[in-house]
T-cell receptor
Framework: NAGVTQTPKFQVLKTGQSMTLQCAQD?????MYWYRQDPGMGLRLIYY???????DKGEVPNGYNVSRLNKREFSLRLESAAPSQTSVYFC????????????FGPGTRLTVT | GNSVTQMEGPVTLSEEAFLTINCTYT??????LFWYVQYPGEGLQLLLK?????DKGSNKGFEATYRKETTSFHLEKGSVQVSDSAVYFC?????????????FGTGTLLAVQP
């Protein structure tokens, strides 16, 4: 039982390049989330997916797109990376039985130069 | 709207000292409250939780009590160890909507010195 896995662990991009961050969970959760973590800002929700086939914007969605490929996988795409997107990105999943606990992946550290 | 405020860090303590990290919240209704811990280079892990007023969450020697009258959920530990050095996040979740979004505080770095 691997929990939540993310790839890659580290990535360096030049401004304007694109990339996709991958996330998978093996806990049969319906809900999945993408967060970014910046110093002094805590974690901020980018996008989430309540179930397979649905996605919704979170607090900071601009510059990102997501795909809920199936129940296990939820990817985050940066179409044209900007230095402001330098951050650590976390994927999480959670069930619907309260109290709304979420399980996090190890994170992807992204630097945009 | 919903929000979480926690004390600024870093908090630096000697081993075996008493720890308190303050957390207060603003929310409508009856949120659930959580403390997550992030060890260096890792993702967040749930440390403890409480779902209703006066509940006490506890795990690994850490405790926090859900105080509705003061809208607080302070984290405490009686005797910290070097291995407790990490960033601690307070969070809340409110029922409603299609999914269970968490609202996080900004995190508090704890450094425990031998």
């Amino acid at each position: 039982n691997a929990g939540v896995t993310q790839t890659p662990k580290f990535q360096v991009l030049k401004t304007g390049q694109s990339m996709t961050l991958q996330c998978a969970q093996d806990m049969n959760h319906n809900s999945m989330y993408w967060y970014r973590q910046d110093p002094g800002m805590g974690l901020r929700l980018i996008y989430y997916s309540a179930s397979e086939g649905t996605t919704d914007k979170g607090e900071v969605p601009n510059g990102y797109n997501v795909s809920r490929l199936n129940k296990r996988e939820f990817s985050l795409r940066l179409e044209s990376a900007a230095p402001s997107q330098t951050s650590v990105y976390f994927c999480a999943s959670g069930g619907e039985v309260g109290p709304y606990e979420q399980y996090f992946g190890p994170g992807t550290r992204l630097t945009v130069t | 709207g919903n929000s979480v405020t926690q004390m600024e860090g870093p908090v630096t303590l000697s081993e075996e000292a008493f720890l308190t990290i303050n957390c207060t919240y603003t929310a409508t209704g009856y949120p659930s409250l959580f403390w997550y811990v992030q060890y260096p280079g890792e993702g967040l892990q749930l440390l403890l939780k409480a779902t209703k007023a006066d509940d006490k969450g506890s795990n690994k020697g850490f405790e926090a009590t859900y105080r509705k009258e003061t809208t607080s959920f302070h984290l405490e530990k009686g005797s910290v160890q070097v291995s407790d050095s990490a960033v601690y996040f307070c969070a809340l979740a409110n029922y409603g909507g299609a999914t269970n979004k968490l609202i996080f505080g900004t995190g508090t770095l704890l450094a425990v010195q031998p």
